[in-house]
């Protein structure tokens, strides 16, 4: 090929050669690149099979299929050299040589008219993004092996589009390192941000972020849209309250030339809120010690309704429900002694916005249900809230408790201490007198009575009374006149000692009676009326 030719001939007749005819010079041409179009090289899985610009490595798994059709004098044992010409993302040169001698077409070949074979994807997948990737292939006709003489044939060149290896995304405000972070959800209060690492972003990619934690409120995919320069995408920070304590994964999705394919997985772990992180919310009596944040609560001073209030918290939000119960100890003892202020279903209120707004909520908390709270009792309250929005309160978290000793000292309503003999309205039984022992003033007698009672009926009152009995076995007993039975019985000492009866405020124009059922009489002094 490209060669001059000389060509004659000779002539045997009767078994004797002619002498050779005149020579005929003649110029072998090349053959023209239009003569090799046809057998120009090609990877299959580019575009158009092989025949378009574009290679795209993101739809290749195996490696790409290069093929050469037949061409004019294609012949076993032709020396073939065949390399592949790109350029890798920092720009440096990135070739590879599949065949060159010995390489040659084979007899298979020839017979099928074609040459294949693999190029690897180890080599394909770190070509550039937008680079340009050559085939270029060549074949020695005259079958030397020196590659100065073989026929290039015409190039094949495709615009690459890169294998996007997106990893994980990560978190802002999380601690940690992608493809596993833990997020405190203080941290995110204000602002909750998806980063994306750089995958080799090209103009017009268009991107997209999923969080997926609970289903609903609890999960979001965030619009699609170009993706900023510091390639961080805004969260709506409300998602993170639905999953506290629970797992989420984050990924995102990359839309180039019509293809979005996944990110790799984030593993989330969105933490709990700690009590630390409640301390604002806790819930206080306002009446109670010094403004609530004390530790005794005086029903003395309580005449009504206490006002409960509670604070705000991180994350809170509108329509989220909420728990408040008051837990103590009733005056005769009997627990549970429990209030349920707020108790959903179906009682409320959730969360409101004026509660946001205002950073506080107060609610009464019903004087019915304090003033019979027993002296020295531990009273606590307990709040709750449900950041997922349930209405189920085991999804509920409580917050730090408030406890205050309930202080209750009794109103004093009647006393008599028999000073200078004034009986305050008490009246003597038959032989019964006032005595003076070392300047104090008692009484003896074996029975007195207080009528009419200046008492409420229904409220609950303690009477106490010092007294002794110089005889042994005599039984100080409390009566409400009318009455069957007495309230209370005392055994008495030979010594002053005193002695306490509870009872509920006699029925109107009733009495009081202290008795002594044995024919003795008693001493009887300092008789104190308490209002429980």
């Not at 030719?5 to 002539?11: A, C, D, G």
């Not at 001698?101 to 020839?110: M, N």
């Not at 205050?404 to 038959?430: D, M």
């Not at 010594?495 to 405020?505: D, H, I, K, L, M």
């Amino acid at each position: 090929l490209g060669k001059p030719v000389t060509v004659t001939y000779s002539v045997t007749r009767n078994g004797g050669d002619s002498p050779p005819s005149a020579s005929l010079n003649l110029a072998v041409q090349t053959l023209a690149p239009g003569d090799l179009l046809n057998s120009k090289p090609k990877i299959s899985q580019a575009e158009n099979n092989g025949e378009g610009p574009e290679l795209d490595l993101n739809d290749l798994t195996d490696g790409g299929t290069v093929r050469i059709e037949g061409w004019p004098h294609i012949a076993v044992g032709q020396y073939v050299w065949l390399r592949l010409k790109g350029t890798k993302a920092d720009g440096s040169n990135h070739d590879l040589t599949i065949w060159q001698p010995p390489s040659r077409v084979t007899s298979d070949e020839y017979d099928r008219n074609y040459l294949q074979v693999t190029a690897p994807y180890e080599y394909l997948k770190d070509l550039a993004e937008g680079s340009t990737l050559t085939v270029e292939f060549k074949v020695a006709f005259g079958r030397s092996s020196d590659e100065a003489l073989a026929e290039t044939f015409p190039l094949r060149t495709y615009t690459v589009r890169a294998v996007l290896e997106l990893f994980a995304p990560s978190v802002k405000e999380a601690t940690g390192t992608a493809p596993n972070q833990q997020l405190n959800p203080v941290a995110a209060e204000d602002n909750l941000t998806v980063v994306i690492p750089d995958y080799g972003v090209q103009p017009g990619d268009q991107v997209s972020v999923t969080w997926t934690g609970t289903p609903g409120a609890g999960t979001y995919t965030s619009p699609i849209q170009v993706l900023p320069t510091n390639r961080e995408i805004a969260m709506p920070v409300s998602v993170i309250a639905y999953n506290l304590g629970k797992p989420v994964t984050v990924t995102y999705t990359v839309t180039r030339n019509g293809d979005s394919p996944p990110s790799d997985l984030l593993d989330l772990a969105v933490q709990t809120l700690a009590p630390s992180d409640l301390q604002n919310a806790q819930p206080k009596i306002r009446q109670a010690e010094n403004e609530g944040d004390g530790t005794e609560l005086d029903l003395n001073a309580i005449s009504g309704d206490a006002t409960c209030w509670l604070g705000t918290w991180p994350l809170i939000a509108e329509d989220q429900d909420v728990w408040l119960r008051i837990k103590g100890t009733k005056a005769d003892g009997t627990v549970p002694y429990d209030l349920d202020i707020w108790a959903p279903p179906p009682q409320g209120p959730k969360v409101t916005p004026a509660w946001i707004s205002q950073g506080f909520y107060e609610i009464p908390a019903l004087y019915s249900y304090l003033k019979d709270l027993k002296d020295g009792s531990d009273l606590t309250m307990e709040f709750k809230v449900d950041f997922s929005e349930t209405t189920d309160e085991a999804n509920a978290i409580t917050f730090p408790l408030r406890s205050y000793t309930v202080v209750r000292v009794p109103l004093l309503v009647h006393y008599t201490p028999f000073t200078n003999g004034e009986l305050n309205s008490w009246a003597l039984g038959s032989g019964g007198v006032i005595r003076d022992e070392d300047g104090n003033d008692y009484c003896q007698t074996t029975v007195i009575t207080l009528n009419p009672s200046p008492l409420c009926s229904g409220k609950r009152y303690e009477v106490s009374v010092r007294a002794r009995s110089a005889q042994s076995g005599v039984k100080l007993d409390f009566w409400l006149v009318p009455g069957s039975l007495p309230v209370d019985s005392h055994p008495l000492s030979s010594q002053w000692q005193t002695y306490r009866y509870v009872f509920e405020g006699p029925s109107p124009h009733g009495s009081l009676m202290f008795y002594v059922a044995l024919p003795s009489t008693v001493d009887i002094d300092d008789i104190r009326i308490y209002q429980l």
